[in-house]
């Protein structure tokens, strides 16, 4: 048989997945409910939607008889597990063991050996942070799931080492991966047999596809073929939290999902096994994600991706290029991180322009978005739906506005704002007809539409655009005077942006809102907030206008209100402004569809719930406090508030453009705004740990910059 059709053969095996859901083993029991909430997180399906045929055959559980000891239940587990698997191999299927804690892997290498017996040996790569090979003589915790090796190896109670006939895994046929954790009588069982270890240094040095391959070879030298098991605390636990026994450093999970692809069809495996899972450290389904991943790189046949330079440059033949993306290629989003084609992980400081506040993929607003995108997702506002109304509700609730309307996109809303507005100017103030005055201010930015670039500063957003309708005005931000001279008995409202995010994190002076709020009312002048990018918990308080008191007359939310899912957006007023609008005076296809609506109220909660306000208002400190104490000569100004940050980088040393690069090879993902601002906006989730990380790269960064600058110089 050629090397292609036994590959071939391989592939075509189909997966049964056995799950153990039994934690007896270990000293914290929690990892029994590993099996179960993987097959909640789709881990058979996603190997299904790669073509192969996987099943989830079974979840193997202890026998419910109380006083039964661990040593018994554990013995009760693997003897029906061992059962299974011969059975599985028997029938030409590929096992694959979720578990529970190691001490299962007793019964399967027994029963995938059992089945092997005609055919030869089976040999086992072990990879580990521990080595498991305690016996009951020399456990510090007696607890089994540290002695499962030893136990294969023939040393250990006599219960387990008899199972199926006694069969015993040869030293030589075994290797560990990955050791850092361990007691001296371990080391010696295992030096003493021969047993090949790669500690965690060895991997560090020579890279893990390296060892693997040299594992590989020694596992398959005289055996019939060889089974893999992954204690999942081999991988560092900032990257795989959810484990039952955690221990710093380890693997880097984009290294072993890589590595593990070297097992993708091979002729020789005949089982994996993935154990120690504990989804109750797991909390945003991080080491889920990593098991699925492993998974699909051991068993599928992943059709050759296009790699990032292809994708780039695709985009760049297909795309207009009204963006100039920084040089990397996203593919997976979790919580504050982002991970590109090749694996690479990336603290992500950009949140899609703060649309991101809930981090990546929250797991509420999924579990909000799938359901009701499986129930009922777009209907028009043609007819009523049951999830608008109750997002509707719970906004006017959070703003302590009258009235809602909801649409997709920032600029939608602030379009929403101004047709109201002026509306509002002829049909309640009463001014004379195609009168009506809106003032804006210098340096805004409210979307890309041409009546809102109409109102711009910039003069790249307004270039080859006009004409632009008239009956706008501008004024400078943070000008309380400006305000009171620019206003007119024709002026209907003042969109002002509590903090100028776009123009360079613009943080006014003190008292300025509260002060403009004032001449509005004074003047019978909407104050109209555009909150699209400071709302919903950036700055440190739900609205950036509550910072000084004020309830604006009108509020446009966008960007975090999707959960950073779908477009969501929404311009809330009180009832005299909003009540302008009649049937058919203004609309959208897809606003407040229930797909929509659903997220967005889902997005809601999870915001007051999650405190995030609160928590960009400590975050946020910590984080300004940091950056200020990074003394760089590149660094001319540190502002922002709450978590809404810009880096203001001295234009003679550095482009802001430059330190968002150089921050990429770091693994920190910002944007450059006006050329000379670095704005940083983590996800409100972010810790103040991930804060550490990104300003010690923005350090190294501005370091490594800082030595560019001078030999120019
Ligand atoms: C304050 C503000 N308003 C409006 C918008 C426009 O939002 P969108 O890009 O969703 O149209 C933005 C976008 O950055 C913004 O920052």
Known sequence: MSNLSLVFQQVRKPVEIIGVACGEGAQDKRCDCGPDALRQANVCTRLQKLGLSATWAETIRPDSSADDTPLRVVKGICARLAQHVHASALQGKL?????????????????????????????LIWIDAHMDAHTPQTTPSG???????????????????????????????????????????????????????FFADEVSRRGLAAVLRDALELVQAGTAGFGLTLDLDAIDPSEAPGVSTP?????????????????????????????????????????????????????????????????????????????????????????????????KRYLDMMSAYSAVSHGHCHPRLIEALSAQAQRLAVTSRAYYNDRLPLFLKRLCEISGQDLALPVNTGLEAVETALKAARKWGYKVKGVAKECVEIIACDGNFHGRSIAIVGMSSEAQYRDGFGPYPTGFVRIAYGDVQALEHAITPNTAAFLVEPIQGEAGIIVPP????????????????????????????????????????????????????????????????????????????????????????????????????????????????????????????????????????????????????????????????????????????????????????????????????????????
Not at 102 to 121: Q, V
């Open 95 to 123: 096992p694959v063991v979720v578990g529970g804690d190691h001490s299962c892997a007793i019964g399967t290498w027994k029963g995938m050996a059992s089945a092997l017996r005609p055919s030869g040996a089976l040999g």
């Open 143 to 197: 607890a089994l799931h540290g002695m499962p090796l030893a136990c294969l190896l023939g040393f250990g109670d006599d219960e387990l080492t008899q199972l199926n006939d006694g069969l015993r895994l040869s030293p030589q046929h075994v290797c560990l991966i990955g050791v850092r954790s361990y007691e001296s009588s371990e080391a010696e069982l295992l030096r003493g047999l021969g047993v090949r270890v």
């Open 510 to 713: 003190r008292g300025y809102l509260a002060a403009c709020a004032e001449i509005c009312r004074r003047h019978n002048v909407l104050l109209i907030c555009d909150e699209v990018q400071t709302g919903l918990g950036r700055t440190g308080r739900i609205f950036a206008c509550d910072h000084e008191a004020v309830k604006p007359d009108g509020i446009i939310l966008g960007k975090a209100l999707g959960g950073g899912l779908l477009p969501v957006s929404a311009f809330l007023a009180r009832r005299d402004v909003l009540g302008v609008f009649k049937p058919g005076d203004h609309g959208s296809t897809f606003g407040g569809n229930p797909l929509a609506s659903a997220v967005g109220l889902a997005a809601l909660e999870v915001l007051i719930e999650e405190r995030f306000a609160q928590r960009a208002a400590e975050l946020g400190d910590y984080m300004l406090r940091k950056l200020r104490a990074l003394q760089s000569p590149l660094i001319r100004e540190v502002r922002g508030k709450g978590l809404l940050i810009g880096v203001d980088i001295d234009p003679a040393r550095a482009s802001a453009r430059d330190v968002c690069d150089v921050l990429l090879q770091h693994g920190v993902l910002s944007k450059d705004t006006h050329h000379t601002v670095v704005r940083l906006a983590p996800p409100l989730i972010v810790t103040s740990e991930q804060i550490d990380e990104a300003v010690s790269a923005l350090h190294a960064t501005l370091a490594q910059l800082e030595v560019a600058a001078d030999r120019a110089a």
């Open 247 to 343: 221990e710093p450093g380890g693997l880097r999970a984009s290294e072993l999902i890589a590595a593990s692809a070297m097992l993708q069809g091979h002729p020789a495996l005949r089982y994996v096994e993935i154990v120690e899972y504990n989804p109750l450290r797991d909390h945003d389904g991080v080491t889920a994600d990593i098991v699925s991943d492993l998974l699909q790189a051991m068993l599928a046949v992943k059709p050759q991706a296009p790699d990032a330079k292809t994708l780039m440059e695709t985009e760049s033949r297909y795309g207009a290029h009204n963006y100039e993306p920084l040089p990397v290629v996203l593919t997976r989003g979790r919580g504050v991180h982002l991970w590109d084609d090749s694996g």
